[in-house]
């Protein structure tokens, strides 16, 4: 039977282990205090920058999250940018100029995008005209193998058979 003391320890350790969960859970921030602007708004404008562009190492983080190198480089770039005076758009427009639009985690739709943006829709209706044809094909289709039609002489067996079994049954 389980004592108070004992239901005590353990809802103190599921505690701790939900906190410990919870905290490795939170996403990292891989900004060191030496990338850390001096001024707030100019730090709030890199920060808000750097959310929009994507690591080209780790691909499903943003450079704010990530602690790849070249992530830190390209933070480092955003906030030179930033310094220098040039707007959010000028400093994207910048990035995008040397890596492609790839280094955007929402990129535009254009010509070079328009598959990125239709192909899970594209995925979806194949898979639904897959699902459709397959039902059709299985309820036109005869549930088993078809045996020819008997001969005179094989009806006339089954009967014989037939009748022998009402006889004995």
């Known amino acids: ?49 750097s959310r929009e562009l994507r690591c080209l190492v780790c691909q499903n983080q943003s450079i704010d999250d990530s602690d790849a190198p070249l992530a830190q480089d390209l933070r480092t770039l955003v906030r030179e940018r930033v310094v220098a005076g040039d707007s959010n758009e000028q400093v994207l427009s910048f990035v995008v100029a040397r890596y492609g639009d790839f280094v955007l985690l929402r990129p535009p739709i254009n010509a070079q995008t328009i ?36 001969s005179p002489d094989e009806e006339a067996a089954l009967r014989r058979i037939l009748e022998g079994e009402r006889e004995k049954g």
Do not use: F, H, N, Y
């Open 1 to 49: 039977m389980l004592t108070k003391e004992i239901v005590a320890r353990l809802v103190a350790t599921l505690t701790a282990l939900a906190l410990v969960v919870a905290l490795a859970s939170l996403p990292a921030r891989a900004l060191t205090p030496a990338e850390i602007l001096d001024d707030p708004a100019l730090e709030q404008r890199a920060r808000e920058i």
């Open 115 to 150: 598959l990125l943006w239709t192909a899970p829709t594209l995925v979806l209706i194949a898979g639904l005209i897959g699902i459709v044809m397959t039902v059709r094909r299985r309820r036109i289709a005869p549930a088993g193998p078809t045996a020819p039609p008997l």
